[in-house]
């Protein structure tokens, strides 16, 4: 019972490094999304990519330069 206890510890602890290693190198990435909420507490996200998301992408990108961030 013990064997299978430390078997079942090792997988655990290889498939939580997998997913840790899975996220760091592919799921990181910050890919733009647009979400637009509505008073009826109704939510809409649009991937970046998606031809209706552009103008939004454009307004939010000319109100982000004009504002400096300091580090």
């Given amino acids: 019972m013990k064997t299978l206890t430390k078997v079942l510890a090792i997988v655990a602890g290889a498939a939580a490094l997998a997913g840790g290693v899975y996220y760091y190198f592919f799921m990181r990435e ?3 999304q ?12 649009l991937p970046g990519s998606a031809p ?3 103008e939004f992408l454009d307004v939010a990108e000319e109100i982000l330069s004009s504002i400096p961030v300091s580090a």
């Fill in 30 to 32: 910050k890919k733009p």
């Fill in 34 to 45: 647009v979400e637009l909420y509505f008073d009826d507490g109704s939510m809409l996200a």
């Fill in 52 to 54: 209706e998301a552009a």
